[in-house]
């Protein structure tokens, strides 16, 4: 007799995510996951989050997306003409533009941006 698992699809941001995924552990679900988030927020630990989240449980993750990773096309948002007049700052704030990343995030990740690209800069001047 063949034996049927469950499956479960899961679409959303990080909190519904996280209240979804805690409701099948509190019902001892043992469901195979897919998951997909679509917040606004940047969450580059998804996988952690969601492993963090299912820990102990026999719940399972077959699928995991994160659709605001999805590669940005400079393309579609700008021409190409203005992106050659621009400095690595104004291309990385066009990014957070063109991605609608929340003023919240911004400060953060454009403070870590010029960290890189100063260590950048520092690492070219120490080759000679």
């Known amino acids: 007799m063949p034996c049927f698992q469950p499956l479960e699809k899961i679409c959303g941001d990080l909190e519904h995510l996280r209240n979804r995924i805690g409701q099948l552990v509190g ?5 195979w996951l897919e998951i997909e988030y679509s917040g606004d927020l940047i969450v580059p630990n998804l996988d952690e989050v969601v492993n ?3 820990a ?26 203005s992106l050659e007049s621009m ?5 990385f704030e066009h990014c957070l533009d063109a991605r609608k990343i929340p003023e919240e995030q911004r400060a953060e990740l454009l403070q870590a941006y010029r960290e890189i690209v100063n260590a950048l800069g520092e690492d070219d001047s120490n080759v000679d």
């Not at 019902?27 to 469901?31: G, Q, R």
């Not at 719940?59 to 190409?80: D, G, H, Q, W, Y």
């Open 27 to 31: 019902a001892n679900s043992n469901a």
């Open 52 to 54: 963090n989240a299912i």
């Open 56 to 81: 102990g449980s026999e719940l399972k993750v077959t699928r995991l997306i994160n659709r605001n990773n999805v590669p940005l096309r400079f393309a579609e948002t700008m021409p190409t003409e």
């Open 87 to 91: 400095n690595e700052f104004a291309v």
